[in-house]
């Protein structure tokens, strides 16, 4: 049976958006991302966002979902439902494969478990309640309500409270909540043996801030009027190289604390993936140390199955 969507996934810094579009280029697919912040303009390095692996043997990969935001906006779960849908539809009308690709758990799941986010409305009330409470406080309301992957839930005031309020809602509202087509799918995961994935993330960072000029994509952001509780708020790489920008650390402390923020945050990715297998999604694992050939041949095969 021909599957209307393939999902690559996997943790930081695996080489899923690479291999996504050399599927497409084979598939005459289109690459849908599912990545919370590469949605957003202007910030590139620090998301990982990278566009040069659309381009396959001289052919452009067509692309969605990517620098759909300006910097400074939220977006959010429900948002990517209801731009992922009509991108979704419109490229299996155009009789395209569509390649779903990113390691955001939530976003991953909101479109392949069938139900829909809604539009979660301000609670003045509560927010005004807990806006009285501390960071640890707030963090143990948050785990009541639900469980917690992203750590970035915990790290910024505003957003822990949204959090729970998001959470309230649902919990509270849960017959209002519309169905999501059901996607008749296939999910290939990539994974690396953890020392390996450590060491791919520790050099990839070194890359992005010697050559790729990572620090000076955070100081143009803020030059573009990008707040600096703005780009906290992003959290990983825009905290914490904007925290160095503000003299709060110096710049080796910038360097160990978001090596050490990176793999805590791949690890936290690969713990999500569990859960979904634990749920009941299949996924297809695929050893990161294969070559491009050898894990498209595995990918090919098993739709073919």
Not at 7 to 13: R, Y
Not at 19 to 33: Q, W, Y
Not at 102 to 131: C, D, H, Q, W
Not at 195 to 212: A, Q, S
Request: glycine fraction near 6%.
């Amino acid at each position: 049976m021909q599957k209307n969507l393939i999902v690559i996934l996997g943790p930081t810094a695996t080489g899923k958006t690479n291999l996504a579009a050399n599927l497409a280029a084979k598939m005459d697919g289109e690459v849908i991302s599912a990545d919370s912040r590469q949605v957003y303009k202007g910030m590139d390095i620090g998301t990982g966002k990278d566009l040069a692996d659309f381009l396959v043997e001289g052919k452009q990969i067509p692309y969605h979902l990517i620098d759909i935001v300006d910097a400074g906006a939220e977006y959010n779960v429900f948002e990517f439902q209801k731009d992922f849908l009509p991108v979704y539809e419109n490229v299996l009308n155009r009789g395209k494969q569509a390649i779903l690709c990113g390691g955001t758990g939530m976003y991953l799941e909101s479109v392949l478990k069938g139900y829909r986010f809604l539009e979660i409305p301000e609670n003045k009330e509560l927010r005004a309640e807990l806006e009285l409470k501390s960071i640890d406080e707030l963090i143990a309301i948050l785990k009541q309500e639900k469980e917690v992957h992203n750590t970035t839930d915990t790290i910024y005031k505003k957003r822990i409270i949204r959090a729970i309020e998001i959470a309230k809602f649902q919990s509270e509202n849960e017959a209002l909540i519309r169905d999501f087509p059901k996607i008749n799918h296939i999910i290939f995961g990539i994974k690396f043996e953890r020392e390996e994935r450590r060491e791919r993330i520790t050099n990839r960072l070194k890359k992005r801030f010697k050559e790729e000029g990572m620090l000076e994509e955070v100081k143009q952001l803020i030059e573009n009027g990008v707040s600096a509780d703005k780009l906290k708020f992003y959290g990983l790489e825009y905290k914490i190289i904007t925290e160095h920008l503000l003299g709060e650390i110096t710049y080796n402390e910038m360097f160990e604390k978001l090596n050490v923020a990176i793999h805590q945050f791949a690890k936290r990715q690969m713990t999500w993936f569990r859960k979904m297998e634990r749920n009941g999604f299949n996924i297809n694992w695929i050893d990161g140390a294969l070559s491009l050939d050898d894990k498209l041949a595995f990918i090919l095969k098993k739709i073919d199955e």
